[in-house]
Every structure is written in C-alpha cells, then in structure tokens.
C-alpha cells in the first residue's frame, strides 16, 4: 500500500506482482521518489511509476528475498536471499533513466557514472584470489573506467542473416524457397559487419581514445579503462597512459555498410582522482604533459624500429636476388654487406648488445631498455615525474637524433639498390616501388 497524504488514504500498489506469495520488504530510490525495489517469496522486482507496474530483476534464482538496501554513495542495491547468500546490483541508477521514451529512441545512452581513478591493485600478483585458489573466495568488483550502457532499439542485421530469417518465414508458410544469387552471395561475403565507434574527447575537444564494439539490440555495455590511445605501431597492441582527473565526453557512431551515422553526439561525465595513495603528484598537469611527450617519443621510436625490421627483410630480399638471378649485377652484394652492418648498428642502438647478454656480461641501456623503463614506471604511477624520469627520457632524445641519422642512410642505400632492380625482369620485391617514409 502507499499514501500521498500522509496516512490518510491508501491505494494499492500490487499491481502485477506475483499473487501467491509475500512481499517481505519495500526499498524507494534515494533520488527518485517513484523508483521501488521489492522483495517478495519468488525473487526481486522494480517499479519506475511509483508501483503501477513491477518488473523483476535478473540474475536472482526463484528464491525468496527476505531484504533490502541501497548503498547510497555507489547506487547498489542490495538483496538477503532465504538460504542462497546476498546478492549486489552493482550502480541501478540506470533504473532511473528508464523510460519508453527512452526505450522507443533508436539509441540511447544512459547517464554515466562519475569514474574514479585509482591504480587497481592485484593481490599477490594475480587478479581476485591470487594464488589461493578456491580456499579463498572473493566476488569480482565493477569494472574499473568509465562503464557505458547504450539501449539500441533496432538490431542490425547482416544481409546473410536477413536472407535467412526471410527463407524460414517462406518455407513455414510452405512457400517456394529459391537458392540465392552468387550476386547476392558475393555481397554477403563481402559485407562488413557493423560497428559501433565510441569517441573519448577531454574538456578541451580533443579526441584521446576510440573503441570499437558491435552494435547488439537491447543493451550495449562498453567500458573505458581511462586510458589515452597506444601509440605503438599499428598491430602491436597495448594501450597508452592514464589520463587525468577532469571533465570528459563520449560521443558514440555507427558504421554500416559504406554509411556513418551519428548515434549520440556527445554526453559529458567527470574522471575522479581517488586520491588514497601516500604520493600524490603535486602537478598533474605537469605529469599529463611529460606522460604525452613521453608517448610521442615511443611513436617514433617504435615506428623507427619497426621501419628497420622493414627494410631489414627488404634487403634480405635484394640480396636473394641478386645472387640467384643472373641478369643482376654481382657487385651490388658489397653494398648489401655494407648496408647490412649499418642496419646491426642501429639494432644495437635501439635493442642493446644481444651478444654481451648472451654471455651475461653488464651492458648500456638501449634507447628502447631505458624508454620502456620510464614508460613502466609512469604506466600505473600517480605521483608525478622525478628528475630521473626527466635525465633518462632526454638521454633517449639524444641518442635517438644519432640513431636517426643512421637511418636515414640505410633508407637511402635501399632506395638505391631497388633502382638498380626494378628495370630487371626478376619476381615482385617487397614494398617496390614505394618510397620510403620515415620521421
């Protein structure tokens, strides 16, 4: 029962909740007024009327809920089950934005949660119970970053699935079912699925991060890890630095077929430094701009390394072919060895002495052993940057310019020795034909 006028009159609000059975206890949202949460003798249900309508909540067993309660700081509801242990819905403050409003909109994204930044930690070594195995037990916490939900209306189809579900309503009618085309197989084939881009841009406008996910009717989850994008090459993987705490937006598109279409243009949310740790950075500022810095320096050095590993097997290729064509000009092998010994001086400068670790002898940091040091050591770091942070980085800035140069003459030599092939009638070279770029 629930009353407007404070006990004087009474109405019901049973509604649709199971006839048989008990309703052991009622919770109302701390912000919303008419959002209730029941516990009855076969599970949960919600209202977001006030109680004209209830809908039970999922992930419960059949099993009576004997209570309730909101953690209020964290939007978690709380549920004591009859034998079956307590259950937690992590953050239900979507519950308040749900509407048919809401819901009949071809996307809508549900107000996001304030993310709170912290360096999660890892109990001995190892996610949730480390090395206890099942002697220890330990529920999984919500997602760190920032958690997006995302209700899409529609589902979107592949042209293969649509095809399908047509031929099945054709043959349960008992209607012709015709073979496709190969026009239309060919199309199928080629067909990429859709996507969802998801667009991370800090309070000045700048995008920082994309994600991708696939577009699924109903609710889309996606979480961002509140870090900016990698900046290693393209397929190497791994992920960039943690941003700082301030005003963020997502704005979210979908890609099908040869369209771009805009699905939410922009939703603002807020990165909350947690603040718990014992060194705290007395500037963030100051350790977002060196962590950029720090991360264009990677980009060009991994993209150095990555052009070396290029060109090294190119020449690989040019030296293959000179020895075993016989139209080429065997004096070209002298420029090959010679390209060859510059191309193992840059691998040494950028990877280190393999030989000395080999033999386990002590050698100089490489440009790549000293970057990826200060990387590691700022990669999961709040505190701020240190003056031996700020020494090595401009020591792998100097030692880069030398290396660059070195480069550069390698590109060149290649350059030159593919000139002298291409006009040979030998099989297709590697990247001929195209000119080398590099930073």
Not at 20 to 49: M, W
Not at 62 to 89: H, S
Not at 161 to 182: D, H, M, N
């Amino acid at each position: 029962m629930k009353s407007a006028d404070k006990g004087k009159t009474w109405v019901s609000i049973a509604s649709d909740l199971p006839i048989r059975g008990t309703v052991y206890c009622i919770k109302q949202d701390h912000v919303d007024p008419n959002l209730l949460f029941v516990g009855t003798e076969f599970g949960a249900y919600f209202s977001n009327n006030g109680g004209l309508n209830w809908t039970k909540l999922g992930g419960l067993p059949t099993i009576a809920v004997y209570d309730l309660d909101i953690q209020k700081r964290e939007n978690d509801l709380v549920a004591a089950t009859f034998g079956r242990g307590f259950y937690v819905l992590d953050n239900y403050s979507l519950l308040r934005d749900l509407s048919k409003t809401n819901l009949d909109s071809k996307a809508h994204l549900f107000p996001v949660k304030t993310a709170l930044l912290y360096v999660p930690a890892d109990p001995l070594g190892l996610e949730g119970t480390g090395f206890q195995g099942h002697n220890m037990w330990a529920a999984d916490n919500p997602s760190f970053g920032a958690n997006f939900y995302l209700h899409v209306k529609d589902e979107h189809k592949t042209l293969k699935t649509a095809r399908q579900e047509k031929e099945k309503a054709l043959e349960k009618k008992g209607a012709e079912v015709l073979y496709p085309s190969f026009d239309e197989l060919r199309k199928e084939d080629a067909e990429v699925k859709a996507q969802l881009i998801w667009t991370i841009t800090d309070a000045n406008g700048k995008q920082i991060r994309r994600m991708t996910s696939s577009p699924e009717k109903g609710l889309n989850n996606l979480t961002w890890d509140l870090r900016a994008t990698s900046t290693n090459p393209i397929g190497k993987g791994g992920n960039g630095f943690l941003v700082t705490p301030g005003m963020y937006a997502v704005s979210i598109d979908l890609i099908k077929n040869d369209s771009v279409e805009v699905l939410i243009s922009k939703q603002s949310f807020e990165v909350k430094g947690l603040n718990n740790q014992t060194l705290i950075a007395k500037d963030p500022q100051a350790l977002a701009e060196f962590r950029v810095s720090l991360a264009e320096l990677n980009r060009q050095v991994s993209g150095a390394s990555s052009q070396l590993e290029e060109v090294k097997e190119q020449i690989d290729l040019f030296e293959n072919a000179i020895i075993n064509y016989p139209t080429t000009d065997l004096t070209l092998i002298s420029q090959i060895r010679h390209v060859k010994k510059i191309i193992a001086s840059c691998e040494l400068q950028i990877w280190g002495d393999q030989l000395k670790k080999s033999k386990e002898f002590e050698t100089t940091p490489s440009i790549s052993e000293r970057l990826g040091m200060v990387e590691y050591q700022l990669y999961d770091n709040t505190s701020g940057v240190t003056n031996t942070h700020r020494a090595n980085k401009l020591m792998v800035e100097e030692e880069f310019k030398n290396l660059k140069l070195e480069l550069t003459q390698v590109y060149e030599m290649a350059t030159s020795i593919e000139l002298k092939l291409q006009n040979l009638n030998i099989p297709y070279l590697k990247n001929k034909g195209q000119s080398w770029k590099h930073d």
